[in-house]
């Protein structure tokens, strides 16, 4: 079992297969993406291997995100790839919905069992202004096709802004009243490149936590393969209401996941100073070598990620990593 010097274990693997996105979002690519490395992401075989080798050091869950991961043309072998490893319980997809209404049901059919879809508006001018890209109508078309047709783990991401959508969430509240989706409000994190944009547009999600609570809303029991978010439901609504303050007092204290970059570097934290290279070890079956590598690097992880002290590490933005 992975476990760090603080007692923390790791269930749950962040695999990126790739730093491209479509959109422009203005807490991340505002200038659109910007190719800034030789793009020799992972290929399957390589994933193929990194999803053993976690596997077999307990990891039960693996997440693919990117960049936009549905820009792969692969990503539904990449899906299954990761479905038929031996101990992988469940495989998820963070998208930004571009492909949604095309895709869902090739990669459902592929083994995807949970979705989390990046919408930081439910006002299509918003979202356009915050995206660049006029897609919410059809991207919250894909979700109700995908709950029409009973897949039911679907989560929505939503950044906070000040600005731009921390005005209206009863919106937010209000859509999951009679669906079946768990929507997350996650506080805008500094990177390297949004300095000025997250000190103007930065807002605590306490007092969303208090408003929860009190108006009926109770915390749900968490797992130990679950993110970060703290999950909050309510009799008379069928979604759930979930934040993510990594801001927060303790926020680290119940880490429990890792993340590989698309170019195949493990980050032990989303703000660490740097990846750190597996490359190597993906290039034979040999699971043992790439275990032993995995676990003294495990060493090196840190309690916290200081991002109250304003470190960022080496995460330029947050499409690097995609979370």
């Known amino acids: ?18 730093d491209v996105c479509n959109f422009r979002c203005n807490y991340c690519l505002p200038d659109g993406y910007q190719c800034d490395n030789d793009r020799d992401f992972l290929k399957l075989a390589e994933i193929k291997r990194i999803a053993t080798g976690f596997a077999s050091l ?9 960049g936009e991961p549905s820009l792969r043309k692969d990503l539904a072998e990449i899906i299954q790839a990761c479905k038929q490893t031996d101990g992988i319980k469940t495989v998820a997809l963070t998208s930004n919905g571009y492909k949604l209404e095309q895709q869902l049901p090739i990669w459902t059919d592929a083994g995807l069992d949970a979705l989390n879809i990046s919408i930081d508006s439910l006002d299509p001018r918003q979202f356009n202004a915050i995206t660049g890209k006029d897609k919410l109508d059809t991207i919250l078309s894909g979700i109700d096709n995908g709950l029409a047709a009973g897949f039911n783990n679907i989560k929505i991401n939503t950044v906070l802004m000040r600005e731009h959508n921390a005005h209206d969430l009863n919106t937010f509240f209000n859509y999951v009243k009679d669906k079946p989706v768990s929507l997350r409000f996650i506080e805008l994190m500094q990177t390297g490149d949004n300095k000025e944009f997250y000190q103007q547009q930065h807002v605590s999600g306490q007092h969303i936590k208090n408003q929860l609570l009190a108006n009926g809303w109770l ?45 195949g570097k493990l980050h032990l934290c989303l703000f660490a100073d740097a990846g750190l290279s597996l490359r190597e070890q993906l290039q034979t079956d040999d699971v043992a070598a790439l275990q032993r590598r ?26 690097m990593l995609g979370g």
């Open 294 to 319: 995995i676990t003294s690097l495990l060493d090196d992880k840190q309690a916290t990620h200081f991002l109250k002290d304003g470190f960022t590490g080496a995460t330029k933005h947050l499409s």
């Open 1 to 18: 079992m992975l476990q760090d010097n603080f007692g923390r274990r790791f269930y749950y693997l962040r695999l990126s297969i790739t």
């Open 219 to 263: 915390p749900t029991i968490r797992n130990k393969t679950a993110g970060p978010a703290i999950v909050y439901a309510h009799p008379n609504y069928q979604g759930t209401i979930g934040l993510i303050m990594p801001y927060a007092k303790d926020f680290c204290n119940t880490c429990n996941r890792l993340r590989i970059s698309s170019l």
């Open 58 to 66: 307990g990891t039960e869950k693996i997440r693919i995100t990117g």
